[in-house]
């Protein structure tokens, strides 16, 4: 079992910064493939980056450029920089850590990018 919970969300006007953290408990963090996702108003939830035990990264081509995921597996934390917000980044922000075929969610934390 992993207990995740994200912080950091909030309002930011567009061109503006915010830097997402998950905080990990209850299992070995360095083992876990870690993610965030997002899921705007009437739409899906989707992938907006990874980054493996290992440290390489993966994103989503609207997150490419401008966000930025990290780790820190002495912290048992994963962070998600964004930069360059736009109002299409508004959306409910969610932490993922998957290993094997388990997967954990948290709870999320809203992204408001507007003017």
């Known amino acids: 079992q992993v207990q995740l919970v994200e912080s950091g969300g909030g309002l930011v006007q567009p061109g503006g910064s915010l830097r997402l953290s998950c905080a990990a408990s209850?299992?070995?963090?360095?083992?876990?493939?870690m993610g965030w996702y997002r899921q705007a108003p009437g739409k899906q939830r989707e992938l907006v980056a990874t980054?493996?035990?290992?440290?390489?990264?993966n994103y989503a081509d609207s997150a490419k450029d401008r966000f930025t995921i990290s780790r820190d597996n002495a912290k048992n934390t994963v962070y998600l920089q964004m930069d360059s917000l736009k109002p299409e980044d508004t959306a409910v922000y969610y932490c993922?850590?998957?290993?094997?075929?388990?997967?954990?969610w948290g709870q999320g934390t809203q992204v408001t990018v507007s003017s």
């Open positions: 980054i493996t035990t290992s440290g390489s990264t």
């Open positions: 993922n850590a998957a290993r094997f075929r388990s997967a954990y």
């Open positions: 209850g299992s070995i963090f360095r083992l876990y493939v």
